[in-house]
């Protein structure tokens, strides 16, 4: 589904490196997951493929469904199938979270020729999918994230997953900040959007989030690359020795 | 002091080109008489005044108004959707026929213009009298204008709680129109009212809105300035409140290219609330100016102004706004905030934002900001398949929205919200 080729990130700004020839292969109806240290490169890469400003691809491509979405604006990647759960979702004063993702589904449908949803329509759906992660019709009223804690934020991220269905999901560290609880209830969610037609990449720095969002594969980067894949049992043996150990493997 | 040659020819000038109403022994004609003596002692105002710093008064001040297009849109009328008492102004003329019957329970309503001669002894204590207590410590002359030769208008006197709120309707029809409104609201003790104000008027339009809240009474003023593009305004609210009053006002513009709008403010009951908000949008040659002048006279007063402006393509956006704190005005709580929404390097906006405090156990705070829209913020929006352009006019509508909540009532301010977001929509295409 989204097959990354050789990917070569700098900082737009100065000459610092960050991704180093990167290669993956996201298949349908998979989780894969990424683990690796701070400033391994994780984030970067799901802002990359999300197509952030500030990083300059120096090298390499990202294709999804045989398009390389490196040449697209964010919204088309959105509209391509593409989403990006923030590890920190913005505040969004003054702008009602219904109202926004009002647009963003409209606007996605709009950008792929398909008729635009209607209220009633939108309405039923954004009900139904808010009750799975506990949302209320309050929270739903609420500006974008304003106040939320922790938890609802990261809740509120995987509700805008559901209601845009996009084939290609990536989470960056979604379990941070989180308590069990939370946790549990967002792995549901995303537990919920498993699907043979979806690809999912779970960004993470530790074990505990993939112990409720079981992964197919796992991988782990560091300094910019991919240096080992394996299946769940690679994250296990990151939480009980570490990354050094992996890493000396490797060198 | 004496006025330069240039002031005195400019003010000379602009009076020969009115035609005064009827003169007489009442009232009316003694406060118009008064008000055209106070402007010819301090003359229209000029560029060299401080207090016209930002914005050039000439459009404003010239004997003859600049044409300005009637601008056609297919879009409902604002407040069509609330239940009002309707009261039309055509180019500055009350239009009966397009109006509705003026009698509300609780509310006493006289045209000024049918006034002349009857002795209705509030609007006498009223009429251009809270306009001249706000001519110091500021000269405010284009008010003293509109009390001289205001020929129409409302006076309206609230001795209950209005059932409805009362809708003054400002069509503007004809490309030359001058109109000069001058209303005189007077709420009694526990009085309340909610007024609401829409529509370009004319091609210039000088309005003035003396408000005297007595004690306990609520006055609730929503205003939609017409978007006509080349509409030019100059409007004063001058309020003056009593002991635990509220007045809460707030204005919604977009487009005009000139715009100056005065508010002047006096706490003179103790425990009174005022608070006054606006939303702009401008784009090119759009400038706004709001400048905002609050008296706290009384004790345990409570102020706050609120104004955000986004400006693109070259507009311009000005807030000059005062606390003055008198001597005795123990436990005042003053805010003050404006902000700028700047979408490119073109616009500008010029803030002056002071505070003036002469008593000693105060709260007082002012800020002021400019700013461009947050680059990570437009990326989440974007990120989420919004375009470009409508995740900007979301950002847009977020930031006016800290002024908008400023409304008290939901639905008002849902439909100040909805006409924001259709005339972004319209100007995306």
Redesign the interface.
Known sequence: MLEIKNLHVKLEDDDTVILKGVNLNLEPGKVHAIMGPNGSGKSTLSYVL????GYEVTEGEAWLDGVNILDL???E???AGL??A?QY??E????SNM??LR???N??RK?RGEEEMNSTEFLKLIRERAKTLDIDADMLKR?INVGFSGGEKKRNEIL?MAM?EPRMCILDETDSGLDVDAMKLVAKGVNALRDPNRAFLVITHYQRLLDHIEPDVVHIMSDGRIIKTGGPELAIEVEKNGYADIKAEVA | MALTQAKLDATEARLAAMDAPAQGAGWLAQARGGAVARLREMGLPGRRDEYWKFTRPDSLIAPEAPRAAVFEIDEAPMFDEFDRLKLVFVDGVFDPDSSDDPSLAGVEIERLSDVADTDIHWARDLYGVLEARGQSPVARPLAALNTGYAKDGFLIRVTGRAERPISLIYRHETDSSDAILHHVVRLEEGAELTLLENGPAAARFNKVLEVDIADGARFNHIRAQGRDHERRAATHIFARLGAESVFKSFTMSVNGVMTRNECVIELTGDDAVAHVAGAAMGDGDFHHDDTVFVTHDAERCESRQVFKKVLRNGAVGVFQGKILVKDGAQKTDGYQISQSLLLDDDSQFLAKPELEIYADDVACSHGSTTGAID???L??????????A??TD??V??????A??EIEDEALREAITARLDAWLARRRG
């Open positions: 999300s197509g952030r400003d604006e964010p919204e990647r959105a509209a989403f990006l923030f979702p913005v969004i004063p003054g702008v109202t926004f647009t963003a589904v606007a996605q950008a500006p805008q845009l | 680059a990570d913020t990326y989440y929006l974007r990120s989420r398949g919004v375009p470009e409508e995740a979301l950002l509508l977020s930031f006016l929205a800290q908008v909540e």
